[in-house]
């Protein structure tokens, strides 16, 4: 009779701490994304733009805007943005251009 509350109890310790993460918590799946999508990017010194936008479990993508240079040696070190979304089931990135952002991101920095 004893094991059922003692039971009781620990799922519930468990329950709270799976609802909230700690800030460094969210500080190395930051890194980890950032990681993955630097690495998922072919644009070197790629760098983040802004923050990770951390879209609701339920979609399970986070998406980090990429800056750096384009490799190849025709584009001359021009600056290139790349869209990366990190799945978080699988913990992989995907890249694709994303130049048309230039414009805006151009005018925030003046």
């Not at 805007?65 to 799945?87: A, E, F, N, S, V």
Request: glycine fraction near 4%; charge should be positive.
């Amino acid at each position: 009779m004893k094991a059922l509350p003692l039971s009781l109890a620990c799922l519930t310790l468990l329950a709270s701490q799976a609802q909230a993460s700690s800030p460094d918590a969210w500080a190395a799946f930051d890194r980890q994304v950032l990681a993955s999508c630097t690495q998922a990017s072919q644009l070197k010194n790629a760098k983040a733009v802004g923050n990770p936008a951390q879209f609701d479990d339920r979609v399970g993508y986070t998406a980090v805007l990429l800056q750096g240079q384009y490799p190849q040696k025709h584009m001359k070190g021009q600056t290139g943005i790349q869209l990366c979304l990190y799945d978080k089931q699988r913990k992989s990135a995907q890249v694709t251009e994303w130049n048309s952002i230039r414009p805006a991101l151009e005018a925030k920095d003046q």
